[in-house]
């Protein structure tokens, strides 16, 4: 099987770009408006409509970039709006956004409505429409020089840097090579791997992303006075965060670095890409991000994945909202133990069971499927996880000269 000759049907959006799902997003701007908006999506009761939203009255940039990455996802074809009325971000303004991208759109103030019974009434009624015409939704072909795949791991154990990671490393490889485009994240967790990340730096300017990014996360980590190892790290079998992170990077693959990106920007061009997410400096204080798997999906997510790896040796049973997660193990007996939640066994290559070119293969074959139509675990339990915290980062800054990496 070669991944340039393997196609599956999308979803074309308006703006050109090709989706491998038909969401409708139903985002509350304010936690006032979450129940609202919570109750219109179980009333409504279906697989393509979620709800997302940013609980903080308080305006954060962050945030709202997130939220806007999101609407404009091709996974994405509608958004409804729904704010309580006297909150920073502003309904109206993120429903027109969704316009200029060609997408279905509607907004509403609870107040103006006159209280919860009618605004769900009303918001019903609005993404039963967008339903309708999202159903003459126009098919295109779809292959993995178009795909974009995002990767974290998450409960990681002694066979995570053994199997788990490393064929999302090989499938990474490939997918690069056939033109598409590939995001890894958690510097975090890249504790001591600085001179491997730089060296794989495909410009100078590259490097110098990566190397700003690297001090950054170690800073970070020493504001909070804790490095990106948990006891359930330890209970799987791993000793030190340096172990840890030859695992973490492993996920990568082989190839070179194009860039650093911040949350919310998608890749400028195909290849691999370092997803930053740790805060920028001097504003820690305010925001310090919550490093959980959620937080970690959402924003690779936002950066345009289409799809996203969640890799964890000890396992876990989280989704995430707009884009399918595919949960890989690279442990055979935590895939026994939680079969009903995994989507794929790694860890078959370290019983002999197949070789590694077989295993890349076959998460290959699963990518196409799952891209295809066919529901990851997360999403046949209806796991749509989503955490959107407060955080301060620049889409760009200047980043340092880093003479010190060779």
């Given at each position: 099987?070669?991944?340039?000759?393997?196609?599956?049907?999308?979803?074309?959006?308006?703006?050109?770009?090709?989706?491998?799902?038909?969401?409708?997003?139903?985002?509350?701007?304010?936690?006032?408006?979450?129940?609202?908006?919570?109750?219109?999506?179980?009333?409504?009761?279906?697989?393509?409509?979620?709800?997302?939203?940013?609980?903080?009255?308080?305006?954060?940039?962050?945030?709202?970039?997130?939220?806007?990455?999101?609407?404009?996802?091709?996974?994405?074809?509608?958004?409804?709006?729904?704010?309580?009325?006297?909150?920073?971000?502003?309904?109206?303004?993120?429903?027109?956004?969704?316009?200029?991208?060609?997408?279905?759109?509607?907004?509403?103030?609870?107040?103006?409505?006159?209280?919860?019974?009618?605004?769900?009434?009303?918001?019903?009624?609005?993404?039963?429409?967008?339903?309708?015409?999202?159903?003459?939704?126009?098919?295109?072909?779809?292959?993995?020089?178009?795909?974009?795949?995002?990767?974290?791991?998450?409960?990681?154990?002694?066979?995570?840097?053994?199997?788990?990671?490393?064929?999302?490393?090989?499938?990474?490889?490939?997918?690069?090579?056939?033109?598409?485009?590939?995001?890894?994240?958690?510097?975090?967790?890249?504790?001591?791997?600085?001179?491997?990340?730089?060296?794989?730096?495909?410009?100078?300017?590259?490097?110098?992303?990566?190397?700003?990014?690297?001090?950054?996360?170690?800073?970070?980590?020493?504001?909070?006075?804790?490095?990106?190892?948990?006891?359930?790290?330890?209970?799987?079998?791993?000793s030190t965060i340096e172990e840890k992170s030859?695992?973490?990077?492993?996920?990568?693959?082989?190839?070179?670095?194009?860039?650093?990106?911040?949350?919310?920007?998608?890749?400028?061009?195909?290849?691999?890409?370092?997803?930053?997410?740790?805060?920028?400096?001097?504003?820690?204080?305010?925001?310090?991000?919550?490093?959980?798997?959620?937080?970690?999906?959402?924003?690779?997510?936002?950066?345009?994945?289409?799809?996203?790896?969640?890799?964890?040796?000890?396992?876990?049973?989280?989704?995430?909202?707009?884009?399918?997660?595919?949960?890989?193990?690279?442990?055979?007996?935590?895939?026994?133990?939680?079969?009903?939640?995994?989507?794929?066994?790694?860890?078959?290559?370290?019983?002999?069971?197949?070789?590694?070119?077989?295993?890349?293969?076959?998460?290959?074959?699963?990518?196409?499927?799952?891209?295809g139509g066919t529901l990851s675990k997360s999403?046949?339990?209806?796991?749509?996880?989503?955490?959107?915290?407060?955080?301060?980062?620049?889409?760009?800054?200047?980043?340092?000269?880093?003479?010190?990496?060779?």
């Open positions: 099987m070669n991944l340039p000759d393997i196609t599956w049907n999308a979803f074309r959006r308006k703006n050109g770009s090709k989706g491998i799902r038909n969401k409708i997003l139903v985002i509350y701007t304010v936690e006032c408006a979450g129940f609202v908006a919570k109750e219109i999506v179980k009333k409504i009761d279906d697989a393509e409509v979620e709800v997302i939203g940013f609980s903080g009255c308080t305006d954060n940039a962050y945030a709202v970039r997130l939220l806007i990455s999101l609407i404009r996802h091709p996974n994405v074809g509608g958004t409804l709006v729904v704010g309580l009325g006297c909150e920073y971000v502003q309904p109206e303004w993120l429903a027109d956004i969704a316009r200029q991208e060609g997408k279905e759109a509607a907004w509403f103030y609870i107040q103006e409505l006159g209280g919860t019974g009618k605004s769900i009434t009303h918001g019903i009624a609005l993404v039963n429409n967008m339903k309708q015409k999202l159903a003459e939704a126009e098919m295109v072909p779809m292959g993995f020089k178009d795909l974009v795949i995002g990767a974290e791991c998450g409960g990681s154990d002694y066979t995570s840097g053994l199997a788990g990671n490393v064929v999302v490393g090989h499938l990474y490889d490939q997918l690069v090579d056939c033109g598409g485009t590939a995001i890894f994240e958690e510097i975090v967790e890249a504790v001591g791997l600085i001179n491997l990340l730089a060296g794989r730096a495909s410009t100078e300017q590259a490097k110098k992303e990566i190397c700003y990014t690297y001090e950054k996360a170690l800073d970070y980590c020493k504001a909070v006075r804790q490095y990106s190892v948990s006891p359930g790290n330890f209970v799987g079998g791993l030859m695992g973490a990077v492993i996920k990568s693959g082989s190839r070179s670095i194009q860039g650093v990106l911040k949350v919310g920007n998608c890749p400028p061009h195909p290849g691999l890409w370092l997803l930053d997410t740790t805060p920028d400096p001097y504003w820690m204080q305010f925001g310090i991000t919550n490093p959980n798997d959620n937080e970690g999906l959402m924003a690779l997510i936002a950066c345009g994945a289409h799809l996203t790896f969640l890799i964890t040796g000890r396992g876990n049973v989280v989704g995430s909202a707009v884009a399918p997660v595919i949960k890989i193990t690279g442990n055979s007996d935590t895939y026994a133990h939680m079969e009903e939640d995994m989507d794929f066994d790694a860890g078959r290559v370290l019983s002999g069971q197949c070789t590694q070119v077989e295993l890349t293969l076959q998460l290959a074959e699963l990518v196409a499927k799952v891209a999403e046949k339990w209806g796991h749509k996880e989503y955490f959107i915290p407060y955080k301060y980062q620049e889409k760009s800054v200047a980043f340092k000269k880093c003479d010190s990496y060779q």
